[in-house]
């Protein structure tokens, strides 16, 4: 079956300018995760949604970031005025189940999103 | 101190050796850990789970010391393909997952 997709695969923008990224989860996976990772880091936390919750987004760091998920479907990431402190990969995950559930949690990552700020 | 801590590494072995790593956690409440495999430039995977009673698969071994609040992954028989980083995931007591920054396996021939 197809996996998780995140678009676009690159984008180049200037400074300043404002981005949306988009997740297509794996169909039936109730949870949905951001990360960012910038050159040689690890996965940083930016915001997760399971099923009809309202999302966990404490690892967004700045108001100019948020993101936005309709049920158990597609995500959006929206970054703001964007800095050249926010270029990095921004990668997607979803899981069958989510926090504080039994089952599997196992997480599923797109390929991921490559943002470059001017 | 970092909540999952990780060597980064990189760590140079010759194909077919033994090589193992360590990830350390600083929250004894923490539940669930997990290894992940992350290929250059690629998104991260699943490795293994590890059990407290410790867990193998195929070349790698899994264990967790809960009282010195760590876990280990040792690969036996490396391969070429077994370059990567690896990612250590800890869930912890709220349910919410803390990456470590990962390890840089290169082997070698």
């Known amino acids: 079956g197809a996996g998780v997709s995140q678009s676009p695969s690159n984008k180049v923008t200037e400074k300043g300018k404002d981005v949306e990224l988009r997740c297509d989860p794996i169909s039936g996976h109730t949870a949905l995760y951001w990360y960012r990772q910038r050159l040689g880091q690890g996965l940083e936390f930016l915001i997760y949604f399971q099923g009809n919750s309202a999302p966990d987004k404490s690892g967004l760091p700045s108001d100019r970031f948020s993101a936005e998920r309709t049920g158990e479907s597609v995500s959006t990431l929206t970054i703001q005025r964007t800095q050249q402190e926010d270029s990095a990969v921004y990668l997607c995950a979803s899981s069958k189940n989510g926090y504080g559930t039994s089952g599997s949690y196992e997480q599923f990552f797109g390929p991921g999103t490559r943002l470059t700020v001017l | 101190r970092k909540e999952v801590e990780q060597d980064p590494g990189p760590f140079n072995v010759p194909e077919g050796a033994t090589v193992a790593f360590n990830c350390t956690y600083s929250n004894s409440a923490s539940q669930s850990f997990f290894w992940y495999r992350q290929d250059c430039r690629k998104e991260p995977k699943l490795l293994m789970s590890v059990y407290s009673s410790g867990n193998e698969d195929g070349r790698f071994t899994a264990q967790l010391n809960r009282a010195s609040q760590y876990i280990s992954l040792l690969i036996r028989d490396s391969k070429l393909s077994d370059s990567a980083t690896y990612l250590c995931?800890?869930?912890?007591?709220?349910?919410?997952?803390?990456w470590g920054a990962g390890t840089k396996l290169i082997i070698k021939p």
């Open positions: 995931v800890v869930r912890d007591s709220n349910y919410q997952l803390i």
